[in-house]
């Protein structure tokens, strides 16, 4: 019993382009052995073949292609039935083996190359199973990669790949030549240290180094970068390895976090200055005030005094001691926002 599956074959149509009716017959009695709902036809010259799929192109599973037709031969004719397929597998079919034809036919993407000698009703089952799985799988893959190449083609924060071996930038998408102002080509001759001002080079190498101890973290950090204009931004970095054209590669998305950044340094810079205020509000402000009690209660012991001098005085001491009790709310207060901002 068969452990391949068919299904993708079953209930189509299989196209062969063959112009010899006696090994159409002999193709047809191996497919017919090994599929129980198959349609076959047969093209015998390549425009019967090109008015077939022209029309019925959908409904082709696989097509088995003989190299030799009356009106095309060789690497032309596999050259315009790659071209007319369109994604439909194909199977060569050969009288005669030849290593340089079945390489530079695999090459324009045929999925086999068999001889027609060597068939047997097993071997083209599988050929034809394995050209569609092998199709299905290819398609898959084409579709991922042109959905991660819309992702990162369109993606509203700036991307790029670049090989941590010299640090050159291999791809980049719009918002990075947005973001940082460079063209494209001009990026793609540019490495990381270019978009780094030089007094951050080393926070650049020590990342580098970082990331090769924690492979599986795509946080990197926020860092300064400079635009093609001297500005300079503070930018977070997620980076991930990925294979680029046979390449080893990292990807980077960047998160510019600037006003963020200084947002921050506003809010800490408020917050050493009610510091300041505090710490002047509890030793300077609060030296003489302390004074101010002492002197009153001095005067209270100095004995006999006239009851106005006294209110006076009382009036004096209840102040000041409304007083320093702001200073300690106050100081209080500072030392809250200090925790928070921890």
Known sequence: MDTIKSEHIEGR?????????????????????????????QAGSLATAKDFLANNSPDVAVILLDLHLPDANGVQLVKTIVDLANDVPIVILSGYSNIKTAQESLKLGVSDYLLKDDLSPEILYRALVYAKERNSYVNLLQRSTKMYQELF?????????????DLSFLNVNKATELKYGYGKEELL??????????????????SLRSRKTEPGNPYAGVFTHSLKSGERIQVEIYS?????????????L???????????QTIETQ????????????????????????????LEMEGECSEELKFLL????????????????????TAEIDWKNE
């Open 314 to 333: 009382e009036q004096i001491q209840v102040s000041g001691r409304e007083m320093d009790a702001i200073i300690q709310d106050i100081v209080a207060k």
């Open 271 to 298: 917050n050493e200055r009610l510091r300041e205020i505090a710490w002047t509000q509890s030793h300077v402000v609060r030296a003489p005030l302390s004074r101010i009690l002492g002197i009153i209660h001095l």
């Open 240 to 252: 991930n390895d990925i294979d680029f054209e046979g390449i080893d590669a990292r990807l980077v």
């Open 153 to 165: 083609d369109f993606s509203p924060q700036p991307m790029w790949v670049f090989d941590p071996k």
């Open 13 to 41: 149509t299989v196209l062969i382009i063959e112009d010899n009716d006696g090994d159409f017959f002999l193709i047809e009695d191996y497919l017919l052995e090994k599929f129980k709902e198959v349609t076959l036809f």
């Open 254 to 264: 960047a998160n510019d976090v600037t006003e963020k950044y200084n947002y921050i």
């Open 189 to 206: 001759n540019m490495t990381l240290r270019d978009i780094r001002p030089k007094d951050h080079w080393e926070a650049l190498d020590q």
